[in-house]
T-cell receptor, first 112, second 117 residues
Framework: GDSVTQMEGPVTLSEEAFLTINCTYT??????LFWYVQYPGEGLQLLLK?????DKGSNKGFEATYRKETTSFHLEKGSVQVSDSAVYFC???????????FGQGTRLTINP | DVKVTQSSRYLVKRTGEKVFLECVQD?????MFWYRQDPGLGLRLIYF???????EKGDIPEGYSVSREKKERFSLILESASTNQTSMYLC????????????????FGPGTRLTVT
């Protein structure tokens, strides 16, 4: 079945550092890919998404490119802030499916 | 602005009690979901509903039941709460995926942190 593998955390960085959180997937067909963020004490919010190969999703300075050849959707940000501290989830939705398949989540902590 | 609300942010119950967690969405979404979130285990789907009175088991349905009498409301029921059901419970909703290319995301509520003592 479909699956998502995320970089294991926790990840700790200093403010203004470059961030990469790796995400790879296994799926048949052409899934849609998502990154969700969960701030402390809150539910998940959609951060960005991409629906086909080579699409780039972006939001709040975060970017991720749908790479079909490497089955990856890595999350990147050029300069992180303390306010980016959160748990990040990669997810996929298979073509025609109703449910999302989530990765395990990566906890990110940014120190000032 | 889309909204998914959950009846409680924090709940403390005793072992053996019947527990109801309520979720309401105002987006006229067909699909609604209940997840539990535990450290190191990520999100696990408990139940899913794609229409009123329709439900489908997720990955961990044991010890839980659900009810969907109205389109906007999806309830999670713990028939007899146990300490291993202490967790964060998240509700979500989404539009029904009609075509293979549809990429509708799920919208999440703020979560209910349930403690069973």
């Amino acid at each position: 079945g479909d699956s998502v593998t995320q970089m294991e955390g926790p990840v700790t960085l200093s403010e203004e550092a470059f961030l990469t959180i790796n995400c790879t997937y296994t799926a048949t067909g052409y899934p849609s890919l998502f990154w969700y963020v969960q701030y402390p004490g809150e539910g998940l919010q959609l951060l960005l998404k991409a629906t086909k190969a080579d699409d780039k999703g972006s939001n709040k300075g975060f970017e991720a490119t749908y790479r079909k050849e490497t089955t990856s959707f890595h999350l990147e940000k050029g300069s992180v802030q303390v306010s980016d501290s959160a748990v990040y989830f990669c997810a996929l939705k298979g073509g025609g499916a109703q449910k999302l398949v989530f990765g395990q989540g990566t906890r990110l902590t940014i120190n000032p | 602005d889309v909204k998914v609300t959950q009846s409680s942010r924090y709940l403390v119950k005793r072992t053996g009690e019947k527990v109801f967690l309520e979720c309401v969405q105002d987006m006229d979404h067909e699909n609604m979901f209940w997840y539990r979130q535990d450290p190191g285990l990520g999100l696990r789907l408990i139940y899913f509903s794609y229409d009123v009175k329709m439900k489908e088991k997720g990955d961990i349905p044991e010890g839980y039941s659900v009810s969907r009498e109205k389109k906007e409301r999806f309830s999670l029921i713990l028939e007899s709460a146990s300490t291993n059901q202490t967790s964060m419970y998240l509700c979500a909703s989404s539009l029904w995926t009609l075509r293979r290319g549809d990429s509708y995301e799920q919208y999440f509520g703020p979560g209910t942190r349930l403690t069973v003592t």
